[in-house]
Nanobody
Framework: QVQVVESGGDLVQPGGSLRLSCLVSGTTTFGARMGWYRQAPGKQREMVAVSTTFNRTYADSVKGRFILLRDKAKPEVHLQMNNLKPEDTAVYYC?????????WGQGTQVTVSS
């Protein structure tokens, strides 16, 4: 059984940093897209950062502040979030996907507030 489990969400002040982690079990992540999406209250889920075999893609709103960390030898992906802003407040979801199958984690809450 494939499991995708996020951790690391928290309440943080504006300008602060957090590191989210996503651990996968029950399958290899070789060749998969892995990354992070987020969903704020009343808004659609949006892409934050995604890694493929050859590149990483970031949403314009997080470029220069967030870094996706992935060691392809390990079934995990991390999101280093720096200089957090109130508009980064959302539930963050980990993505694991191939062409024929997609898995999501349960989400981890990030709240940026003073």
């Amino acid at each position: 059984q494939v499991q995708v489990v996020e951790s690391g969400g928290d309440l943080v002040q504006p300008g602060g940093s957090l590191r989210l982690s996503c651990l996968v079990s029950g399958t290899t992540t070789f060749g998969a897209r892995m990354g992070w999406y987020r969903q704020a209250p009343g808004k659609q889920r949006e892409m934050v950062a995604v890694s493929t075999t050859f590149n990483r893609t970031y949403a314009d709103s997080v470029k220069g502040r967030f870094i996706l960390l992935r060691d392809k030898a390990k079934p995990e992906v991390h999101l280093q979030m720096n200089n957090l802003k109130p508009e980064d407040t959302a539930v963050y979801y980990c993505l694991l996907a191939w062409e024929s199958q997609t898995y999501w984690g349960q989400g981890t809450q990030v709240t940026v507030s003073s």
